[in-house]
């Protein structure tokens, strides 16, 4: 830099590219978009103009539903590498139509949230995929029903769906659009959940409150009980603030490694080996491989052992065409993380491998 270039913030250059702060974040993470610049006593990042047409490409890109690991071929390889990359993937989009539109319809889907002492309002279709997201991470623990519920918290402006088995942990940030009353928390039977997320998604948007007599919901015709469970939710927050930071990243298809998931077939664990550029997804004696494309960094190579059972219940949960491993250890909870929604994050446990592995 000579100086005389003024660099942006992450918000000022997210609004001229027309990308979220999160997905600069995320791409930052990922080496396609970085900043010239962070500020080592803050954190804040600071992009340069002359970076706006890779932005508005990765965008572009991205929209396209190109899976990552294909948008940094496009952006670092040679013309003719792209056309073929673009090529294919244009192929792949004409025979995945009605899937895409499917997936779409289930997104959308229904199930919904309760609230806590006064009263909080959000959005319905937005409250309804964080229950959706949430709830298959719910545990089935007769001397922990807790375990059965979704920790419903609203604080510093923001509504958090929790849940956990203890193999796994899901939450979502929703943003209410009005809320009023002090911080709480309560929990909610994530059956019950889903029956109040099937009534709230057919309104655009759902308030909740928390009273002495109970928890309702109600729209603007209608209304509906919430059951409140007592019961002392796991301290997420300190296993959280707890994890170390990750060794070693990796993006890859989401929909691609589910599939290899589920192609290892009834197995209580699978193996999956990262290298450079791909990543290997096997049963631990290595039969059954698939090699998927994936962008790689740090420390490799890397095997970790999953349970299918867990893992793949977290990739469905996600939403995009990709997804982020964040891997501190073999033995330490793998963060599961998506571009196109940082306001979802899951944990999943890894298992220790075989001797084969």
Known sequence: MDGTTELLSISAFARRVGLAPSALRFYDDCRVLQPVQVDG???????SPDQEPRARLVR???EADLPLADVTAVLEGSGEEARAVLERHRSRVRTQTQAADATIAAVLRSLSEAGSPAWVRVGGVELASAARQVAPAVGHDEQHPELGCVLVEIDDAEVRLVATDRYRFSMRILTPTAMDGPSCQFL??????????????????????????GGRAFSTSGSRTLPVVDGQFPAYREML???ALPECRVIVDRTALLAAAYNCGDTPGITLRLGEDEVVVSLPDHSRATVLPAVCQEDLPLRIGFDPAVLAPALEAGVGPDVLLEISTVTQPVVVRS???????TLVMPIALGTHS
């Open 41 to 47: 006593a803050t954190g804040y990042r600071y992009y």
């Open 60 to 62: 572009s890109l991205r």
């Open 188 to 213: 909610m039977d994530a059956a019950a959940l889903i029956e109040t997320g099937a009534w709230a998604a057919r309104f655009a948007e759902v308030t909740i409150e928390i009273g002495p007599d």
């Open 241 to 243: 603030s707890a994890l």
């Open 339 to 345: 571009a196109d929604q940082g306001s979802f994050t």
